[in-house]
């Protein structure tokens, strides 16, 4: 029997590269293993580090609103400048940590969950507001339009499963190509609105051409307006009686600290009349509803959370709680 040890060398060569090329192939895939768990724990202990500077931000919102006079509420307070400080945070904190924080009034905001009252029944003042609201000229809707989502969210948020005119409930949920239910209930958060028939992204986000409707709107409040607060779209949206002149001076008032803000009817005074413009029921120049938005920064990641709180004289109650 001849044996070709030619042959046997050129196979013990072919089979040693190719274990040495096995090797090699799971050394590496054992490095890039090894170098993803890494990352992964590294960023997992970044998120964990960064959600507690958020929730410091927070924290330190919550002293704020606490120390502030629950009596009167307007942008000349602490809480309404706090954003602007914040870069001074970096000193609580090492490597580069830092938070961002600010104090929302919600109560200078429409809230939306007042369109109706506990009957389900539209609040007719409510409706007033809102409408006049997103029947302004820069958000481009047809007085239709207006009726129509109007119509959409009382149906969202009342109990009953009956549509109003040009609403809308289950049945139209249900058939839809990503079906759902209609809540038939209060919003839970105002990106909610999404749900509803009418209401788009563009809409609700706002675009280059149009403002969002988000910015003027709030799921938590009693469905009083604090004038010292709310965006002069919104106190346009608070009487038919209101012009864009009359605006202009409210807001011009209300920035001048040596005004008196306390009581609502500072609104007289800056248009120079004794006459009733807006329903006193309407307005308040306390707030006990705000959002407060932290968020945890270093240089290359963050982690914000978004926090609604009810104050009322000196407790504060979280309503609800977001991690973004």
């Known amino acids: 029997m001849t044996i070709n040890l030619k042959d046997d060398k050129g196979i013990a060569l072919i089979l040693t590269i190719t274990m ?38 927070f924290n330190c919102g919550l002293a704020v609103l606490f120390e502030d006079d629950p009596n009167e509420d307007s942008f000349h307070d602490t809480w309404a400048s706090l954003k602007e400080y914040s870069s001074y945070s970096a000193a609580l904190f090492d490597n580069d940590g830092r938070f961002e924080m600010e104090i929302i009034d919600l109560t200078g905001k429409i809230q939306v969950n007042r369109l109706t009252n506990q009957d389900g029944e539209y609040n007719t003042k409510q409706k007033e507001i809102m409408t006049r609201l997103l029947s302004t000229s820069g958000f481009l809707l047809e007085p239709d339009e ?51 028939k009418g209401i788009t ?35 346009a949206a608070l009487s038919d009686d209101l012009d864009s002149g009359m605006i202009e001076e409210m807001v011009g008032y209300r920035q001048d600290e040596k005004n008196d803000l306390n009581n609502p009817d500072w609104y007289k005074s800056a248009l120079g009349t004794n006459e009733t413009i807006i329903d006193p029921d309407l307005i308040t120049t306390k707030s006990e509803y705000f959002e407060i938005r932290s968020k945890g920064l270093n240089d290359s990641r963050s982690r914000e959370i978004k926090v609604a709180v009810k104050r009322k004289g000196k407790s504060l109650t979280v309503l609800s709680w977001e991690t973004l």
Not at 20 to 44: D, K, W
Not at 153 to 167: A, L, Q, V, Y
Request: aromatic fraction near 10%; charge should be negative.
């Open 20 to 57: 040495i090329g096995l090797i090699v192939l799971l050394n590496m895939q054992f490095s890039r293993s090894m170098r993803t768990g890494l990352y992964e724990t590294a960023n997992f202990d970044d998120g964990i580090r960064l959600g507690a500077i958020a929730r410091s931000g």
């Open 146 to 196: 207006v009726e129509d989502i109007l119509d959409a969210i009382k149906d969202w948020i009342d109990k009953d499963s009956e549509p109003t005119r040009f609403g809308a409930e289950d049945s139209y949920y249900q058939a839809l190509d990503h079906p759902y239910s209609c809540r038939d209930a209060p919003l839970e958060s105002l990106e909610e609105l999404l749900l509803i």
């Open 201 to 235: 992204r563009e809409m609700f986000y706002g675009t280059d051409e149009t403002p969002g409707i988000s910015y003027y709107l709030a799921v938590h409040g009693d469905g009083k307006i604090n004038i010292n607060t709310a965006d002069p779209l919104i106190l």
